[in-house]
Each structure stands twice: as C-alpha cells, then as structure tokens.
C-alpha cells in the first residue's frame, strides 16, 4: 500500500471544501443512507447480504473521511501513555 502523507491529508481536506468536494460528500452521504434503507427495509430472504454490503459501503466512506484528519500528534517521537496494539494489550492482561 502506497504511503498515505499528511500533504496528501490536506489536498484531500481542500478538494472536498470546495464546489465539487462538496457535491461529492453530499453524493456520498445520499448513496450511504440509501444502501442503509436498501439494506434493511427492502432486503428480503438476502437481508444477511445487504446488510453487510450497506456497512462495508459506509465503511468505505469513513475510510475516505479518515484519510482527511490532521494527525492528532505533531512530535514523531511523542509515544503515547495507552497502548497501541490492542491484541497485545489484551494478551498482557492478567485474568
């Protein structure tokens, strides 16, 4: 997977401030409501099927909103008090 930048994160941020970025989100959001509807209101015997397709897709879209946020942490060396690896926090716990 190619590098994703935080010059990359901006142009993203500008392209989606302005008329077509705009249009796009908008676009976007109709078509993630409407997979949600079709997913659970007109599904029938493939409610299993369209419902997971109406969450991979909004999925999809939060993936791009992702790649827009400024990074939280401006120090590359700053380490955080938490833990990063869940699975291995989660293997350290003492039960």
Known sequence: MPEWRDQDSEAMRRFFQGDTGERLRVTLLSMT?????????RAGSDLEFRAGYAA????????????????????????????????????NQEI
């Not at 409501?33 to 209101?41: E, K, N």
């Not at 827009?68 to 989660?90: G, Q």
């Open 33 to 41: 409501v409407a997979q949600s509807l079709d997913g659970t209101s």
């Open 56 to 91: 991979g897709f909004r999925g999809a879209v939060a993936s791009l909103d992702a790649l827009m946020v400024k990074p939280v942490v401006s120090d590359p060396d700053h380490r955080p008090d938490v833990p990063t690896d869940d699975l291995a926090w989660l293997n």
